[in-house]
């Protein structure tokens, strides 16, 4: 039924994608760069993951087969340089960089951070990829469920940007401290993520 399908590929998503646990690491990731590029790293990161699932939704699976690139390998390669983001952020590396680059290319730089790791591996990780691979199938190329499966992937992205939008007005409640160690805890946690993601690609490659 169409309206059992879109229940479970809304409840799936959200799940997947935790838009709302998202926003202190959006608000780790974007310290030092001006309110307004922030803005614009939301739309673009929401935009960047809401074509990439929908994209994954209508050919993921057959242009995975077609490059001879595995979910798990993806999984692996996610976490490995979401590690690296992690350990900047850590040891406050990151915290430099960012507010030295928007003051000599704030463009660049938010279509940097919109991209990577915002858009993907965060939004449109290996698990949101997965569940899209999934549930596209259940669709079994019937056009009344895809363009369900498309819908709800774009509703999920609407809720993204506004998350990550209400999140900045979250970050002025915390102020300067507060902000710089809500980053060095999530850097923490993001480390653990992408470690997670490591694990995760080599059981199932294991188990292969």
């Given amino acids: 039924m169409p309206l059992e399908y879109l229940i479970s590929a809304a409840v799936t998503l959200f799940v997947v994608v935790d ?55 993806f999984r692996i390669a996610g976490g490995l340089l979401l590690f690296s983001i992690a350990s900047e952020m850590v040891f406050g590396v990151r915290i430099e960089r960012q507010s030295r ?54 509703a999920i992205a609407a809720l993204c940007l506004l998350v990550f939008r209400l999140a900045t007005r979250i970050e002025r409640g915390l102020g300067t401290t507060g902000s710089v160690l809500l980053s060095r805890l999530q850097g923490v946690l993001l480390a653990a993520l992408a470690v997670q993601y490591v694990i995760d690609g080599l059981r199932a490659v294991l188990r292969g």
Avoid: C, K, M
């Fill in 101 to 154: 680059d928007a003051e000599q290319a704030v463009e660049e730089h938010v279509r940097n951070i919109a991209a990577f790791p915002l858009a993907t591996p965060l939004l449109a990780g290996p698990g949101a990829l997965t569940a899209t691979v999934l549930l596209a199938g259940q669709a079994a190329f019937r056009p009344l469920y895809l363009a369900i499966l498309v819908g709800v992937i774009a």
């Fill in 19 to 73: 838009p709302i646990g998202l926003a202190p690491t959006f608000l780790s990731v974007t310290i030092g760069i001006p309110a307004a590029a922030r803005r614009q790293v939301a739309l673009r990161a929401a935009v960047i993951a809401g074509i990439i699932l929908a994209g994954t939704a209508l050919i993921g699976d057959w242009l995975l087969r077609q490059l001879g690139i595995t979910l798990p390998a």
